[in-house]
């Protein structure tokens, strides 16, 4: 089966074919429009997104080595996301479902993030049923009890900012551009990590909340500036680290919880926030210290990519799991 994916939630204009679960083509464009804004414009996304299909899918076929006509059905994301740019992909989508007479299959983008452990790779286990998906996005942190490929229940999730959010945010106080995310990352290496200390949220249950460290680092840049006029240049590693540091933590105490009230083992991360090397570190070190199997995905699967979408449309294909023409995209689009 030859499944043509489309992505086009956020800022990345993407398109991937796949045969069956392995990725022939995975072509993403971003959108550089945003980093003079520090941050995701959505009228700007929209349109250039209206700009990148076409160019984005041509590429995704030809480098598959594939004609249109070959294609089995083509899958899209409806939601979550921005409402324009999820017009764009929907549209599209449904037009070539109609030129080419394929099926339509409509993905949710979340979803995506934790099926995209099992898109084939050489040497790489895919997640064994049930498994907990802890999800750390731009828009989302969740932590999900997956059960099988289309039965998902979520058993924690953040109250307010994102863990994404929380780095980019974070970021920007810092004054490094948008997005901040890997750049924390690459400076936090060179860091201590317990050179400063923030607070972390009393939240109860499984539950996540980050809008708390944002405003730790505000107070904590404004109060050190002042004493201090250099101090963000003379310490951004130390305070990268610091930062980092306390993320991973809140992020690991919940997922321990999650496993030790679940009883599963089997622990998987996605979405953009997992290419994070500190957490993938720190994670792995839960294999040795709880018995964990834990999964990762390949670097290019953690943002936003159409393969993770296509590899959904696989498993829907199978299952037959098709969308009519009055399908519409949805802003918020819940996972259970
Ligand atoms: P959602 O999936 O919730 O709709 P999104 O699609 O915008 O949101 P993703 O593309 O999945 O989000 O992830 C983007 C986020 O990942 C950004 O906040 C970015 O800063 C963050 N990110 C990417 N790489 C890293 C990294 N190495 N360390 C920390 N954060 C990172
Ligand atoms: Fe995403």
């Known amino acids: 089966v030859y499944i043509i994916a489309i992505e086009s939630s956020c800022d990345d204009t993407s398109a991937a074919v796949l045969l069956n679960d392995q990725v022939l083509s995975n072509v993403v464009a971003n959108q550089k429009i945003h980093e003079q804004y520090g941050g995701v414009v959505p009228e700007l996304a929209s349109r250039a997104h209206q700009q990148n299909i076409v160019p984005v899918v041509h590429q995704a076929l030809s480098k598959a080595n594939i004609d249109k006509k070959q294609l089995s059905a083509i899958a899209f994301t409806r939601g979550p996301g921005l409402m324009g740019s999820l017009l764009v992909g929907t549209s599209f989508a449904k037009s070539l479902s109609l030129a080419l007479d394929i099926p339509l299959i409509e993905v949710n983008h979340m979803q995506a993030h934790i099926l995209a452990h099992f898109i084939k790779e050489k040497d790489t286990p895919k997640p064994e049923f049930p498994f907990i998906a802890l999800t750390i996005s731009g828009g989302h942190t969740q932590i999900v009890k997956v059960n099988n490929f289309f039965d998902m229940q979520i058993i924690g999730e953040t109250l307010d900012d994102a863990v994404g959010e929380a780095f980019d945010k974070s970021a920007k106080i810092l004054g490094l551009p948008y997005p901040g995310g ?5 400076l936090a290496k060179q860091g201590n990590p317990k050179a400063f200390i923030f607070p972390k949220p009393k939240v109860q249950d499984l539950n996540f909340s980050f809008s708390g460290l944002k405003t730790a680092v505000l107070y904590f840049v404004q109060k050190q500036t002042k004493i201090q006029p250099n101090f963000v240049e003379e310490n951004l590693e130390d305070i990268c680290a610091s930062i980092q540091y306390t993320i991973i933590i809140i992020l690991m105490d919940k997922l321990k919880k999650a496993s030790k009230s679940t009883g599963i083992k089997q622990i998987a991360i996605g979405g953009g926030v997992s290419a994070n090397s500190g957490i993938r570190e720190v994670l792995k070190q ?16 953690t943002t936003d990519n159409a393969a993770m979408i296509g590899i959904v449309g696989y498993y829907k294909y199978l299952d037959k799991s098709f969308t009519d023409q009055s399908v519409a995209a949805k802003a918020r689009f819940s996972l259970s």
């Open 182 to 186: 890997p750049l924390v990352d690459k």
């Open 286 to 301: 839960g294999e040795k210290k709880y018995g964990w199997t834990t999964y990762v995905p390949k670097f290019e699967y």
